[in-house]
């Protein structure tokens, strides 16, 4: 059963719905974690010194309204009723809805972006959000106007560009913070067993062993991490939500009437500014909410709903009203509110409770990891990061990642501000400024995703953003006014973030625009003539360039210093589109250079961000049979295949699968019987690889068309060397001070210190030729 994160594929109702409950189950362990354990600390950092408790319940009822209506306006309306339904493709996350605008409108920066790339299925998709090309009430319009306002003013590109940077850096810094807290909460428990000075030297060393074993865990991967952890988020909610009964019944059972908003009012006259600095506690509520989204593309959206509302939404709405009911009836004792969470459990199940609440804030932690992951992921794949190390840990779910280098540096980090703080106030101002900016941004790309994906009309869009933003900017600036108390970390690691995320993408786009200004031209290599003025010798060279037309510099500087190439050259251009998956048959883009004589090809490999890149071996296998494909079908593809316009002297087609590769022992007769297929052999013999193309039954072949398939097979057999630019990317002579640190130091360690591309990891070294050339950028 072939089934996407994002849908299924499997027509059978019953084996679906499996699937659907199996992934709410596994995002129990994955998603929710970080929220469920939210009441650890929400009611402790509420309490902490910004408001005084009294005789009166009036501050408790206040808490609790403001914490159930934040619950029911933010994770479930705003979430799981909204955000949920703008995926891309099964995709979440902030680059998830960047993707979907720059689609919509063309205003990302991705530099070698095509014409043709819009050609692409997933770009046609109809509009998930309810709206679509032809719905009424003038969305379309609306749509048709905001669309023509931004790509008129690249400012406003540019604004779009970093409000994404700025969401993908916070997300990263809760992947840091979420872990500190959430851990530290439940280990505070031991507290309340044994005495203070013996705690406070156990404290901090039994979490950074929690964290550093946390770590360790997460090349298993999300699908073993899931069914692992899944469990104790379960046996937890439980817990919270019987205490919570408990505390309900026995304690106070009329704590019901705190939901209604008026204890909101009530609140926020009594205690005023203190009860305004104390929303900074409050939010620590919803921490987590945004994993919901963020993760979508390691679950669905249907099970991630399904977890929420039946079992997540329903367990911490008890338990915040079971501690508040305790609460109500022990305002007298003063350190209550200090300890928090631990002291409305019952005295005789405190130490299972305590070793429930340590194994799910571990848990909890998984959630923001793994939404660090995929926003990595999608931002390394536009272009917005340095390459890294991504490894699939599912074969069946392609979503789900690990990323070694970025886990290793969250890990440090976090053991870092656990040291560095100690305590959870200051880590819940951290947390919070956080976790509300990426709302923030959410909440603003949202309201463009309404009226340009989902033609709704611009009134909507503002009313989204007036209601939600309103709720959010409060909370926003309850935050902000802690900036000593710990919340510059999050401003201060998306600042370093943010730097290497621009700095990356500036040097990148440099970088293309001098290649795309030192290309050669087409006119230059015709007046070669077919040899190019050198000797061409047998084999395949595989010229790797970013470049979707022209001729790369590298090229003639190489043949300039070494008179000698292959007999069949091929210009490949890897590179990433704005949707989350590219289908095999959409995938290559072929086209000629010249005229047939000189066997001089383009092939642009076109992938999504959520793609998985194949194998050398497979990968060189698909580029041959690109080729083959092209030459049989001529200058268009298979099923009339989009073709590109002119460009350069070049035409450009879609090829997908026809013609089959038979190497070594491959039978090319196997799953096509004779009456069905065509084989062409290489005519020399004693070649050190074989090499059959198997073709579908087609009209009768032209002799030209023949000989270049018999050419192709021969350079196959010979072998295949890969070129690749070794650039070093410098500022040109007359950069201002920042432009010269930017490119000579900082991109330049950043492109040093990165990977190379995903396909030339595991090319062997002794089939490939790096050619240096210095950049002026």
């Known amino acids: 059963m072939d089934i996407e994160c994002g849908g299924f594929s499997n027509p059978a109702k019953r084996n679906s719905w499996r699937t659907v409950l199996s992934l709410a189950y596994q995002s129990l362990g994955v998603v929710y974690g970080d929220l469920s354990t939210s009441p650890l600390y929400v009611y402790k950092s509420t309490f902490a010194e910004d408001i005084q408790h009294s005789e009166t319940n009036e501050e408790i009822y206040g808490v609790l309204s403001f914490v159930f209506w934040t619950l029911t306006l933010v994770p479930l309306l705003k979430y799981v009723f909204i955000v949920l339904r703008a995926d891309d493709d099964g995709e979440g996350g902030t680059f998830a809805l960047y993707s979907l605008l720059c689609r919509h409108a063309r205003v990302g920066f991705l530099p070698n972006g095509q014409l043709a790339d819009e050609e692409i299925s997933a770009y046609k998709k109809t509009d998930r959000g309810g709206g679509s090309a032809g719905s009424p009430s003038g969305g379309v319009g609306a749509a048709s106007r905001v669309r023509v306002m931004l790509e008129r003013h690249q400012v406003l590109q540019k604004m779009l560009l970093i409000l994404a940077l700025i969401g993908t850096c916070m997300v990263i810094g809760d992947g840091v913070l979420t872990p500190a807290i959430s851990v530290f909460s439940a280990v505070s428990g031991l507290e309340l067993s044994m005495a203070r000075e013996h705690h406070k030297y156990l404290e901090v060393p039994i979490v950074c062993l929690i964290l550093i074993g946390l770590f360790a865990l997460q090349h298993y991967g999300t699908h073993r991490v899931g069914f692992l952890f899944a469990p104790v988020v379960i046996i937890w909610l439980l817990c919270i939500s019987a205490i919570g009964v408990y505390n309900i019944f026995y304690w106070n059972p009329h704590v019901y009437q705190a939901l209604s908003p008026y204890y909101m009012y009530k609140f926020v006259k009594k205690t005023q500014r203190g009860g305004w600095m104390s929303l900074g506690g409050i939010l620590l509520c919803i921490t987590g909410s945004e994993a919901m989204y963020a993760d979508l593309g390691h679950f669905s959206q249907l099970s991630i709903k399904i977890a929420f509302t039946s079992v997540v939404y329903p367990s911490l709405i008890l338990a915040y009203m079971g501690q508040a009911a305790y609460l109500s009836k022990h305002h007298v004792i003063e350190n209550e509110y200090r300890i928090g969470f631990y002291v409305s459990v019952p005295e005789q199940i405190r130490w299972p409770v305590l070793c429930i609440a340590i194994l799910a804030a571990v848990v909890g932690s998984q959630a923001i990891i793994t939404g660090t992951f995929s926003i990595i992921k999608q931002c390394s794949a536009l272009g917005c990061f340095p390459r890294v190390k991504i490894v699939h840990t599912s074969s069946k779910f392609h979503g789900q990642i690990y990323i070694p280098e970025i886990n290793w540096i969250l890990m440090i980090l976090c053991l870092a501000v656990t040291i560095g703080f100690r305590d959870t106030k200051h880590m819940g101002n951290a947390a919070g400024l956080a976790v509300i900016t990426v709302m923030l941004v959410t909440t603003c790309l949202m309201s463009l995703v309404i009226v340009l994906c989902w033609h709704k009309s611009i009134f909507l869009a503002v009313c989204f953003i007036l209601f939600f933003g309103t709720i959010e900017a409060l909370y926003f600036s309850a935050s902000l006014i802690k900036f000593l108390e710990g919340a510059w970390v999050p401003i201060a690691f998306s600042c370093i973030f943010m730097i290497i995320m621009y700095v990356w993408h500036y040097g990148t786009l440099k970088k293309y625009e001098f290649d795309l200004q030192n290309k050669v031209s087409i006119e230059w290599l015709l007046g070669l003539g077919p040899s190019l003025g050198i000797v061409r010798v047998r084999g395949i060279g595989l010229i790797h360039t970013e470049l979707v037309s022209g001729i790369p510099a590298i090229f003639s500087h190489f043949i300039t210093n070494l ?215």
């Open 563 to 777: 008179p000698a190439f292959h007999q069949v050259l091929i210009f490949l251009c890897v590179k990433s589109v704005p949707v989350p998956h590219v289908h095999p048959e959409e995938r290559f883009l072929v086209g000629r250079i010249g005229p047939k004589e000189y066997r001089l090809y383009r092939c642009i490999v076109r992938y999504g961000y959520r793609d998985v890149h194949k194998d050398d071996l497979e990968f060189e296998k698909d580029i041959v049979c690109s080729i083959a494909e092209f030459i049989r079908s001529g200058t268009s593809g298979p099923n009339g295949a989009a073709v590109e316009s002119e460009k350069d002297g070049e035409r450009m087609a879609v090829v997908g699968a026809g013609i089959r590769l038979c190497e070594v022992g491959g039978d090319p007769g196997e799953g096509v019987g004779p009456s069905s297929s065509i084989e062409i052999q290489s005519p020399i013999r004693g070649v050190r690889k074989k090499v059959r193309f198997v073709l579908p039954t087609s009209p009768r072949m032209n002799a030209s068309t023949r000989e270049e398939l018999q050419e192709l097979m021969e350079a196959r057999e010979a072998g295949m060397a890969f070129i690749l630019g070794h650039s070093y990317v410098r500022a040109k002579s007359g950069s201002g001070l920042v432009r010269r640190f930017a490119i000579n130091y900082g991109y330049d360690f950043l492109r040093r210190n990165s990977r190379g591309p995903a396909y030339a990891v595991n090319i062997p070294y002794a089939s490939t030729l790096e050619v240096g050339m210095v950049y002026h950028v």
